[in-house]
């Protein structure tokens, strides 16, 4: 039975270390590329060994006006995931505790989430450019807030199921009301989960590419879209593609080792059904 569970180890070893490998591997690659100068990322077979170089991140930030674009999808992504929390948070605890709009609401608000995004885009270009909110950061906010609020309502609702109901009501008793109750148990009690929602919809915002493409201009053109700007008829620049998308991966990985814990616990959270 020891040497069967050791085999059955080193094979759940060895199948972890392949999966981890092929998501791994791709992400180191583009990593080295951004070191290389523009021959030697072009030849084959590829350099393993070669003479760093950070002409392809000064040239991004110098010459391909990274910051800004970089500006863009932080305010961007920032105000639609502070908006979509306090809304979808009151929207969720409603609707959960009060069953506000029946249980017809739950099921239109997953059924939200199937609708292909390119349906909307042509729809969303023509009324922004009526009423003058194409290429300006509030176009897009609303936008991202169309298909990221009811992802947060949805998620809320899981989370705050899992607060107990009677603290609700030994709350009401000793005299708080129905917004105290939200302010001082549910939200507390739901932190993990609020986190987990944030952090989520904010990566939703950040890599969103077919609205940013249609909607957006050169002032308030996201990463996504600027990165993409670099592949051209003339070429592509995969240095610079590599080392912009180096930077944009950065605050992704920055906040995952700075909420793990969080995270985990809010995802722990939302998947025990209460």
Not at 93 to 111: E, H, K, N, Q, S
Not at 235 to 243: E, K, M, Q, R, S
């Amino acid at each position: 039975m020891i040497g069967e569970s050791r085999w059955v180890q080193w094979a759940s070893h060895l199948i972890l270390g392949t999966a981890s490998a092929l998501v791994l591997l791709p992400l180191l690659w583009v990593l080295r590329t951004s070191f290389v100068d523009k021959v030697v990322a072009y030849r084959m077979p590829p350099d393993l060994f070669f003479t760093p170089t950070l002409d392809n991140y000064r040239a991004i930030l110098l010459e391909f006006d990274f910051g800004t674009f970089f500006l863009n999808s932080l305010i961007i992504a920032l105000v639609t995931t502070v908006i979509a929390l306090v809304i979808g948070s009151l929207a969720a605890y409603a609707i959960d505790r009060f069953r506000t709009g029946g249980p017809v609401v739950p099921v239109a608000i997953l059924a939200t989430q199937m609708m292909p995004p390119i349906v909307l885009v042509i729809p969303f270009f023509l009324i922004f450019k009526r009423v003058g909110l194409a290429d300006t950061h509030a176009g897009l906010i609303i936008t991202y807030l169309t298909f990221n609020l009811p992802y947060v309502v949805w998620l809320m609702m899981s989370f705050f199921k899992r607060v107990p109901r009677e603290l609700d009501e030994a709350a009401l008793i000793d005299g708080a009301g129905f917004f105290g109750v939200f302010w001082h148990i549910i939200l507390p009690a739901a932190l993990p989960g609020i986190g987990a929602a944030g952090v989520l919809s904010f990566v939703l915002c950040w890599n969103e590419f077919l609205f940013a493409l249609m909607l957006s201009g050169q002032e308030t053109k996201t990463l996504p879209v600027a990165i993409s700007s670099l592949v051209t008829q003339q070429g592509t620049a995969i240095g610079a593609v590599c080392a912009s998308t180096v930077l944009a991966i950065a605050p992704m990985v920055i906040i995952y080792f700075a909420i793990r814990k969080l995270l985990v616990a809010g995802l722990s959270l939302g998947a025990v059904k209460g």
